[in-house]
């Protein structure tokens, strides 16, 4: 039977928040290609670390460690044990994200900056943190994981919006400050996405959402996981600044 090329091994990937939903799944894929893998968290290790196992049960080589991604000693601290663990991080995917929905009228500084820091000022820290052994590595991929809310718009996000439209444009400038040396900056923009995120959508609202999805189903977190893979494989060699979207249509 056919089996998914290990094109990543020898690679060491750190996936932001990849204790659960979509980081979780973009650590399971990123080591089934054969990359060790770093699982970052904030607050639940024991997650984290079930998450290290399945890795381990498919023969893969992974580590979590803590590290709350807004704070900049934080992000200095998880590069620097990640680095002793598996080696400078060749992959570097900014996946970790909150939201704190309100319209702007009743949104609270603490919800804007919270989210503003988790979404978007991490991905900078973390970027930053990684980019000089990727330049001395002649070879690296970022991969940040925005949203299609970052490029429509949505009622009650503004905050969320701002960060992921704010992701995107990161992206393309980093893609070109860093394309002679090898390193390539992407991003991914799912839709709906079945996870802890999206379970406390109404009812009304998730029909209104499922009615405007092509492809008539939900995006489950492999969908996302599969598309940041083929971002950091060879496949993709020749792709940088670029947004994916793995919405399913809705954004059509
Ligand atoms: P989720 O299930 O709520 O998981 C969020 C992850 O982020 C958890 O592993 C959490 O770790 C981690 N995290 C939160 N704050 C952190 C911090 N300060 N430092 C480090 N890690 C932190 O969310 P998800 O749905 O998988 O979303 C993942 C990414 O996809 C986010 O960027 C989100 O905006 C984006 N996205 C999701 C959807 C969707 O429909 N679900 C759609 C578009 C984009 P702990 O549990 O340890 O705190």
Redesign the pocket.
Known sequence: MLQTPPDLRDKSALV?????????AIALELARHGARVVV??????A??GAVCHEIEALGGQAIAI?????QALEVERLMASAEAAVGAVAILVN?????HDNLLLRMTEAEWDDVL???LK?AYLCSRAVLRGMLRMRWGRVVN?????GLSGNPGQAN?AAA?AGLLALTRTLAREVGSRGITVNAV??????????ADLSEPARKRLFDRIALERV?T?DD?AQAVAFLCSPAAAYITGHTLVVDGGLSI
């Open positions: 932001t928040g990849s204790s659960r939903g979509i980081g979780r970052n968290y904030c607050r639940d290790s997650a984290a803590g590290a709350d991604v807004r996946n970790a994200g909150v939201t820091a988790t979404d991490s994981v925005a949203s299609v809310i969320y992921k923009a799912p839709g709906f996405v079945e996870t802890d995120m999206t995006g977190t996302v």
